[in-house]
């Protein structure tokens, strides 16, 4: 059974700050890896996709890594502002179609 | 323009009622899903449509039926609520299961 970790649960940092956050995953027979944000209150809005085949994936000041030997990603932030302040969800893609989340990091970046 | 709408956006109702939930997708996608966030914000798929066939039904209590009338759209009936069945229900949708999915804003359901 594929089970997700996301490292922190809880981030603080102040405004321009880089930051990295870690996922990982226990079973490596994935399709893909996709990082979501959920706002308080909100729906989820997928930031990156990566297919088990690459590496990463870029989006402006994001960037994701996959390694899917070792069944880890990361989303690096660059120059943190307040308004990425939301609580970011690793999810991936195995057999069957199952998207299997993580608990999520919840990020405050203070002005 | 709405991609993925859902509606109740919020449903207070008490114990032993059933009640559905709908969710509608513009984007032509032909996978849709329906998950469960509960209290402590871990998030669960129950059950996922392709093109109107059931793919994934994870273990949910058969109080929960979804419905496809079309690929468009994925419904949530849920029969004699129970307090625990309080939670965020989100529905997304996708072109296939490997691509990006993207998530309708959630219901809220309280359970009295």
């Known amino acids: 059974k594929q089970e997700v970790t996301q490292i922190p649960a809880a981030l603080s940092v102040p405004e321009g700050e880089n930051l990295v956050l870690n996922c990982s995953f226990t079973?490596?027979?994935?399709?893909?890896l996709q990082w979501f944000r959920q706002d308080p209150g909100k729906g989820l809005t997928s930031l990156l996709l990566?297919?088990?085949?690459?590496r990463e994936q870029t989006s402006g000041r994001l960037n994701a890594s996959l390694d899917k030997s070792s069944g880890r990603s990361t989303l690096y932030i660059a120059a943190s502002q307040p308004g990425d302040s939301a609580t970011y969800l690793c999810?991936?893609?195995?057999?069957?179609?199952?998207?299997?989340f993580g608990e999520g990091t919840q990020l405050t970046v203070n002005p | 323009d709405t991609a993925v709408s859902q509606t109740p956006k919020y449903l207070v109702t008490q114990m032993g009622n059933d009640k559905s939930i709908k969710c509608e997708q513009n984007?032509?996608?032909?996978?849709m899903y329906w998950y469960k966030q509960d209290s402590k914000k871990f998030l669960k798929i129950m059950f996922s449509?392709?093109?109107?066939?059931?793919?994934i039904n994870e273990t949910v209590p058969n109080r929960f039926s979804p419905k496809s009338p079309d690929k468009a759209h994925l419904n949530l009936h849920i029969n004699s609520l129970e307090l625990g069945d309080s939670a965020v229900y989100f529905c997304?949708?996708?072109?296939?299961?490997?691509?990006?999915?993207?998530f309708g804003p959630g219901t809220r359901l309280l359970v009295l």
């Open positions: 449509y392709n093109n109107k066939e059931l793919i």
């Open positions: 079973d490596s027979a994935i399709y893909n």
């Open positions: 990566i297919q088990s085949s690459q």
């Open positions: 999810a991936v893609i195995t057999s069957g179609s199952r998207l299997t």
């Open positions: 984007l032509g996608h032909d996978t």
């Open positions: 997304a949708s996708s072109q296939t299961f490997q691509e990006t999915q993207y």
